[in-house]
């Protein structure tokens, strides 16, 4: 594999796009992996993929096409049916007298065309482009004309007279179900699967009602619905997911957890399920744990210049406690994540206590809580410390006992990351007290707490400059003078958001360093509104002032910040 990518990648190396050693690490990957040497370079974040796709063009003498920068015809897109596009990761482009000009992401994949060629029994002539873009077009274009979707599923149930209706009797044999009318049953579960992955979503839920099922997904945080199937199919829906993630089929009345490893495109990922009994059925949550998100650095959460100095004195430390607050859904994990991978070096070792595991780290020992067996998150941090690590990480401080182990870890020499659900910085320190945690350890083990929040994203592709209007600025309690210099913007709705103005999100965050005078409030267990007073005199810039400075920098906007942030007295926009 690396042998075939070898011209392709000297082209990279004459750029100065990639170093020799990080062509030799990726070529080592591919020869491990089975994967192109492109593929691995991308995944490895040593070039991006219009970086390797535009030298891949170069060397085969082939046009590349940013599909962010045409249109389509929608007599171009009728002539490929979805299902060819989606099962061959193409996409039509243009035609030309006889000959279609179809887009594609490998060069090298001659029995691709040659089966586009007999299939539309025309000339076909190729470019390439990136896989992502050419998924995402696929989604983009065919959502509005045909083919095979989780909708048009849904609508061949509906006209079938089959009766999926769940009832007492009918659980015990959900399994024949299934089997009986295993094709379409499958066929839709994958389905609903494959489109919330291609939609960027992070959780699919399937929600009983007295006459329908509900299906959601949540996309940067907010749930959309998608689809609502008729009731008669909840049996067949949920004992499909229960054979996918290995749970008892019987098993209707008490709530289990389960995992899906599936494969959609070129990504693997992990689904956590979870269902629990309603009073109109089982309800079923899958997370789509994509192993992607967790590839960031400490620069990439967007934290201000300030703060990622800070982070990055941090976690340069020899010991300590670094909390992470913030509600469920918040990014903490992406974040400690992010943090670990910084560290993660083979002159360190690093353990992590989790409840569960959602992602799995090479090169950082994972341990999982199973609380069937006694093995809680203090047992684990016993445990661990005789392993000799430099860094630990616990999941979550949810009780006095796992705050003690984690405080006599960070006293006895050991950098320890962990997580606390509080609203703010400051009260992080005071929860852990109210778990019975002497304040004197406290203060002497705690030396930073970052708390955070997401917020949406404003699309790069279709934000528009806006000014908003004055009492909309002095409620936000910004003054008119800093308004000026502000580029407030926001986005109109475009395919490649699909409509929504938002797409992806990012941090924003308010981090408060435990210096010596915070220390001591600490130690006299001053409330967490006076060790918030002070800490903002000191520098700390709070999370409503972050996410107010994104917006006036046109990232996000200001309703955005409203939802997850709430503004205060102490709160003064510079």
């Not at 996409?91 to 000959?99: I, K």
């Not at 690590?389 to 950098?415: C, F, K, W």
Request: glycine share 6%.
């Amino acid at each position: 594999m690396a042998t075939r990518m070898g011209s392709f990648a000297d082209l990279l190396l004459r750029k100065g796009i990639i170093s020799l050693d990080q062509l030799s690490e990726a070529e080592r990957m591919a020869r491990d992996s089975n994967l192109a040497v492109g593929d691995c370079l991308i995944r490895l974040g040593y070039a991006t993929g219009e970086e390797v796709m535009r030298a891949m063009a170069k060397f085969h003498g082939m046009e590349y096409v940013n599909l962010a920068e045409v249109t389509i015809p929608e007599s171009v897109i009728e002539l490929v049916p979805e299902s060819i596009a989606r099962e061959n990761s193409i996409m039509p482009l243009s035609e030309e007298d006889d000959a279609l000009k179809v887009l594609v992401s490998d060069p090298l994949d001659i029995e691709t065309i040659e089966k586009l060629r007999f299939i539309m029994n025309r000339k076909v002539e190729t470019a390439l482009a990136t896989r992502e873009s050419i998924q995402e077009a696929i989604n983009r274009y065919y959502g509005q004309i045909e083919g095979e979707s989780a909708d048009s599923m849904l609508q061949e149930f509906t006209d079938t007279a089959i009766d999926f209706t769940e009832t007492e009797s009918d659980s015990a044999h959900a399994d024949e179900v299934v089997d009986e009318n295993s094709a379409p049953v499958v066929r839709l579960v994958q389905l609903m699967i494959q489109e919330a992955v291609q939609l960027r979503a992070s959780d699919i839920h399937v929600e009983p009602f007295e006459n329908r099922v509900r299906i959601r997904y949540r996309i940067d945080g907010v749930l959309i619905q998608r689809d609502t199937p008729p009731r008669r199919l909840l049996a067949a829906i949920i004992s499909r997911i229960k054979i996918l993630a290995k749970m008892d089929i019987a098993e209707r009345r008490r709530p289990q957890d389960g995992r899906i490893k599936v494969t959609v495109g070129d990504k693997e990922l992990d689904l956590r399920v979870s269902i629990i009994p309603t009073n109109h059925g089982q309800s079923v949550v899958m997370r789509l744990l994509d192993k992607d998100n967790i590839k960031v650095g400490v620069r990439q959460l967007g934290l201000s210049e300030t703060m990622f100095r800070q982070m990055q004195s941090l976690i340069k430390r020899p010991n300590g406690i670094v909390l992470v607050t913030g509600p469920t859904g918040s990014g903490k994990t992406t974040t400690l994540y992010a943090c670990l991978n910084t560290l993660n070096r083979p002159d360190r070792k690093i353990i992590t206590a989790e409840d569960p595991v959602e992602y799995y780290l090479p090169g950082i020992n994972q341990v999982e809580v199973r609380h069937s067996i006694g093995l809680d998150f203090a047992r684990i941090i016993r445990a661990m410390l005789r392993q000799a690590p430099n860094i630990i990480l616990v999941g979550e401080m949810r009780d006095a006992e796992t705050a003690s182990m984690g405080i006599q870890a960070s006293l006895t020499g050991h950098l320890v990351f962990s997580t606390l659900h509080t609203n703010d910085a400051p009260s992080a320190v005071t929860r852990m007290i109210d778990m019975g945690v002497p304040g004197y350890l406290v203060a002497s083990s705690v030396i930073a707490v970052l708390a955070q929040r997401l917020v949406r994203v404003n699309c790069v592709r279709c934000k528009q400059a806006y000014t908003p209007p004055e009492s909309v600025l002095i409620d936000a309690g910004i003054s008119l003078e800093a308004a000026k210099n502000a580029e407030f913007a926001r986005g109109k709705g475009c395919g490649y958001c699909q409509k929504k103005g938002f797409r992806g999100r990012l941090g924003i965050f308010e981090m408060m360093m435990v210096n010596s005078k915070i220390r001591e409030m600490i130690f006299e267990a001053r409330s967490a509104v006076d060790i918030r007073k002070q800490a903002i005199t000191e520098g700390m810039t709070t999370l409503y002032v972050d996410g107010i400075d994104k917006a006036m920098r046109g990232i996000t906007t200001l309703e955005e910040v409203y939802r997850v942030a709430k503004r205060t007295e102490q709160d003064v926009i510079v």
